[in-house]
């Protein structure tokens, strides 16, 4: 099969992913798409406007004498240009989403409906507080919800993503110790972490100290209980953690971290896996980052918008952020700091994220508590049946069972010249969002799959069946299917190093043409 984007002999003989080079550039209903700077001329624009009249500018010498620069373009095919770039694009409304450790579950619509409710999106932080009364509710009784599913006695809703509350919890843990004299020098993290976590413990001026794991894919408790002394501050542990393996000895973590006088950050963005079951409160944990667009559903990726609530225990509950909700005289308030608070102050200008406060809330109340456990249930059990069907043909880096993710590693394509990155983009030809790759970095060549809850056994069984086709792919030697893979895809293998690193964000005009 001629793989390279034109047929060898004849059209006909193409086979199915065969791809033809056409006229336009355009492959069937899949179009090709150039910038709008090259595709609108001055000339064109979306509006008639009158003729301006004759008038004497009062702009003086501040009035503009070149070209605005603008791409002119006409109203239909400024919305074809971004439909078109919409169509390039993958998405969980699209299809399977199995990036491990990023919960890409399905997004009701509902969540939407209420977040656009006029009452939650004409406010402004600085309106009069009773002029907002319901949209501190809703603040509080998200709290709420919270604290109940964490066994947790205080919340700060202010963080604005995961890592932003993995700063509020280490900054309330350097309050605390600076408060008991010494906010000592050292956080320790679990080789498996996720990079925010080292990243934030140097952020907060802490020296990064890593964790061996077990050969079971766990922190290794001994290895934990010998870095415990009189320096360390915190321990950050991912639970369930970024293996997708529930941290059994996570008890006697807390008590060994407590022991030594530090405290115990959770890092729970994985909470979809314990949610309604585990209340992290019970496990000793001190504080825990809750990502509401993860475990409680809000579009993400791309960049878009997270909220990351933090839990606190009794001990660190007074150097909590401010302002916080408060119900006072009949009425809900926001607290600021006064002066004996021990808090160490605000995290952000305002209180958060109010849209996805709205769509958490409107997650919880239509699963209700016993919905939210089953969530969990479900994740977990969707997780278990992809790595059930395919452990036989793939590695599975542990045994298991796993919670909301499974781990699969390299060591199924040791005998072929398949790398993980070949794998996962074959998987785009199929037509699914790759597994995320490369992470966690304690097993080579890592693929970790997080199906969710929101897919169906129907849809599981045909991302099962498409894995399954490309192991015995690659496993019986069709290189070429991977080796430049994705073919498919509107663009292809792009050196997304250099895209991170040299970004090319001016559009500069082609030099004018000699021959016109
Ligand atoms: C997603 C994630 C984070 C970071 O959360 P953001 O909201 O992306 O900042 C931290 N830790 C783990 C384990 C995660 O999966």
Same mark, same amino acid.
């Given at each position: 099969? /001629? %793989?390279?984007?034109?047929?060898?002999?004849?059209?006909?003989?193409?086979?199915?992913?065969?791809?033809?080079?056409?006229?336009? +550039?355009?492959?069937? #209903?899949?179009?090709?798409?150039?910038?709008?700077?090259?595709?609108?001329?001055?000339?064109?624009?979306?509006?008639?406007?009158?003729?301006?009249?004759?008038?004497?500018?009062? &702009?003086?010498?501040? +009035?503009?004498?070149?070209?605005? @620069?603008?791409?002119?373009?006409?109203?239909?095919?400024?919305?074809?240009?971004?439909? %078109?770039?919409?169509?390039?694009?993958?998405?969980?409304?699209?299809?399977?989403?199995?990036?491990?450790?990023?919960?890409?579950?399905?997004?009701?619509? &509902? /969540?939407?409906?209420?977040?656009?409710?006029?009452?939650?999106?004409?406010?402004?932080?600085?309106?009069?507080?009773?002029?907002?009364?319901?949209?501190?509710?809703?603040?509080?009784?998200?709290?709420?919800? &919270?604290?109940?599913?964490? +066994?947790?006695? +205080?919340?700060?809703?202010?963080?604005?993503? @995961?890592?932003? @509350?993995?700063?509020?919890?280490?900054?309330?843990?350097?309050?605390?110790?600076?408060?008991?004299?010494? *906010?000592?020098?050292?956080?320790?993290?679990?080789?498996?972490?996720?990079?925010? /976590?080292?990243?934030?413990?140097?952020?907060? @001026?802490?020296?990064?100290?890593?964790?061996? *794991?077990?050969?079971?894919?766990?922190?290794?408790?001994?290895?934990?209980?010998?870095? #415990?002394?009189?320096?360390?501050?915190?321990?950050?542990?991912?639970?369930?953690?970024?293996?997708?393996?529930?941290?059994?000895?996570?008890?006697?973590?807390?008590?060994?971290?407590?022991?030594?006088?530090?405290?115990?950050?959770?890092?729970?963005?994985? !909470?979809?896996?314990?949610?309604?079951?585990?209340?992290?409160?019970?496990?000793?944990?001190?504080?825990?980052?809750?990502?509401?667009?993860?475990?409680?559903?809000?579009?993400?990726?791309?960049?878009?918008?997270?909220?990351?609530?933090?839990?606190?225990?009794?001990?660190?509950?007074?150097?909590?952020?401010?302002?916080?909700?408060?119900?006072?005289?009949?009425?809900?308030?926001?607290?600021?700091?006064?002066?004996?608070?021990?808090?160490?102050?605000? #995290?952000?200008? !305002?209180?958060?994220?109010?849209?996805?406060?709205?769509?958490?809330?409107?997650?919880?109340?239509?699963?209700?508590?016993?919905?939210?456990?089953?969530?969990?249930?479900?994740?977990?059990?969707?997780?278990?049946?992809?790595?059930?069907?395919?452990?036989?043909?793939?590695?599975?880096?542990?045994?298991?069972?796993?919670?909301?993710?499974?781990?699969?590693?390299?060591?199924?394509?040791?005998?072929?010249?398949?790398?993980?990155?070949?794998?996962?983009?074959?998987?785009?030809?199929?037509?699914?969002?790759?597994?995320?790759?490369?992470?966690?970095?304690?097993?080579?060549?890592?693929?970790?799959?997080?199906?969710?809850?929101?897919?169906?056994?129907?849809? &599981?069984?045909?991302?099962?069946?498409?894995?399954?086709?490309?192991?015995?792919?690659?496993?019986?030697?069709?290189?070429?299917?991977?080796?430049?893979?994705?073919? #498919?895809?509107?663009?292809?293998?792009?050196?997304?190093?250099?895209?991170?690193?040299?970004?090319?964000? %001016?559009?500069?005009?082609?030099?004018?043409?000699?021959?016109?």
């Amino acid at each position: 099969m /001629n %793989r390279q984007g034109r047929p060898t002999t004849s059209g006909a003989e193409q086979g199915p992913t065969g791809v033809v080079e056409t006229v336009s +550039g355009h492959q069937g #209903l899949a179009l090709e798409e150039p910038l709008l700077y090259e595709r609108g001329s001055p000339e064109m624009t979306g509006v008639d406007l009158p003729e301006v009249p004759a008038v004497t500018s009062r &702009l003086g010498q501040m +009035g503009r004498e070149g070209d605005i @620069g603008l791409a002119g373009l006409s109203e239909p095919d400024t919305l074809r240009h971004y439909t %078109r770039l919409s169509r390039q694009n993958y998405a969980i409304d699209m299809g399977v989403y199995p990036l491990g450790s990023c919960t890409m579950k399905h997004n009701p619509r &509902l /969540n939407e409906k209420m977040a656009r409710l006029p009452g939650f999106t004409d406010i402004h932080p600085l309106q009069p507080e009773e002029t907002v009364q319901g949209a501190l509710g809703l603040m509080d009784m998200l709290g709420h919800w &919270l604290k109940t599913l964490t +066994g947790m006695p +205080g919340v700060a809703l202010s963080p604005k993503a @995961g890592a932003h @509350g993995e700063l509020c919890g280490l900054m309330a843990i350097r309050a605390a110790l600076e408060a008991k004299g010494n *906010a000592r020098k050292v956080v320790l993290v679990p080789e498996s972490a996720h990079g925010t /976590n080292p990243a934030t413990a140097a952020l907060c @001026g802490y020296q990064v100290q890593s964790i061996a *794991a077990t050969s079971e894919g766990r922190v290794d408790l001994a290895a934990l209980k010998e870095a #415990l002394n009189e320096d360390v501050a915190a321990v950050m542990l991912t639970n369930p953690n970024t293996c997708g393996l529930f941290e059994r000895d996570i008890i006697n973590i807390a008590e060994a971290v407590h022991a030594a006088g530090a405290y115990f950050y959770c890092d729970g963005a994985n !909470f979809n896996a314990i949610v309604g079951k585990v209340r992290p409160g019970d496990l000793g944990v001190d504080c825990m980052h809750i990502n509401l667009h993860k475990t409680f559903s809000t579009p993400h990726g791309g960049g878009g918008p997270g909220s990351g609530p933090v839990v606190f225990s009794e001990a660190l509950v007074p150097y909590m952020p401010r302002p916080l909700v408060e119900w006072r005289d009949g009425g809900f308030t926001m607290e600021e700091t006064d002066e004996d608070s021990q808090s160490f102050g605000r #995290l952000t200008a !305002f209180h958060g994220q109010m849209g996805m406060f709205v769509r958490a809330m409107s997650y919880m109340l239509s699963h209700g508590a016993d919905g939210l456990m089953q969530v969990a249930e479900d994740a977990v059990l969707a997780a278990n049946y992809v790595m059930a069907s395919l452990s036989d043909v793939m590695t599975a880096s542990y045994a298991g069972p796993c919670m909301h993710e499974c781990l699969f590693d390299d060591r199924f394509l040791k005998d072929s010249n398949v790398t993980t990155l070949d794998f996962a983009k074959a998987m785009i030809d199929e037509g699914f969002h790759p597994m995320t790759m490369y992470f966690p970095l304690v097993v080579h060549g890592a693929m970790l799959i997080e199906p969710t809850e929101t897919e169906s056994k129907k849809n &599981l069984d045909e991302f099962i069946t498409s894995l399954r086709g490309l192991v015995a792919a690659a496993t019986q030697g069709d290189n070429d299917r991977f080796s430049a893979a994705p073919y #498919l895809a509107p663009r292809r293998r792009l050196d997304e190093t250099a895209a991170a690193r040299k970004p090319i964000l %001016r559009w500069s005009p082609p030099p004018a043409s000699t021959t016109n």
